[in-house]
């Protein structure tokens, strides 16, 4: 309880309008900007620092993503019989990174749920039905400037109308000498959650991220996966009808997800990359580059 009172004021430490990037005043039920008295709602607790158009935006999105799945879908009953991933995710450094770090370092985790686990990460998603401490669009992270030790984007940049955009905020937001941790897919099949937009290789992931000095980089999930995610999807194509789609997508998936195992032969081989399922960046802002050789 005491602890999540601290985390409450280190998050008001940090917070600023999306409006203004300026201070905002608190009452009860809303936060205002200090510079041009906009008005931002908190419910249940979470803070909704969104401008109006793009939580517009997002909404058409999401109303468009939800009515691909059947509601009955998402019945934790029905999720246990789902079966386990095709991909096998080869490299994941959040607790390493996040570890590394004093207990007082505040982390950011943009577009994952919150978890129970660390204490001062502060999660964000612009998604309402995710479970996180604000709502906010990640072109417009309502925070000042170097708030943040880590920051945490794995697999979103895909989602979002402008990386590049998202990519700066994250620089901006970052500590002098702070750490960025994004994922990327590159061959992953469309996923509407809520929008899907772009794709990355690996010397695009880096140079989408050439303002922080690369510390490590990789393949995070390997062509094995990447053949499950497309064996797992095809034979629904020749379905138009959505329970027979979704029916297939679910058989499918029991039958091909042992082969992402194989990605464990392919770790290291030196063409692997060409077939990846996704790429992992870390960096740091404001560190000398390396020269090159
Ligand atoms: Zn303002």
Redesign the pocket.
Known sequence: MESETTKERRIAKVLA?P??L?ALSSSEEHLA??????EYKVEQGRPILILPQAKKRFESFLAKSEKQIFSFEKRPMIRRLFPPSETLRLVNKEEELAAKLGPEALILNIGSPKEKKREMVIYLDANPLVKTDIIADAHRLPFVNESFELVICRFVLEHVCNPQKVVSEIHRVLKQGGTVYVDVPLLYPHHDSPADFHRFTLPGLKELMSDFSEVESGMSAGPASALACVLRGFPGLFFENKLLFRLSKFIFGWLVFPLKYLDLLLVGRKHAYLLASSFYFIGQKGRQKKPSP
């Not at 900007?33 to 906009?38: E, G, T, V």
């Open positions: 309008s409006c203004c300026a900007c200090r510079k041009c008295k906009a």
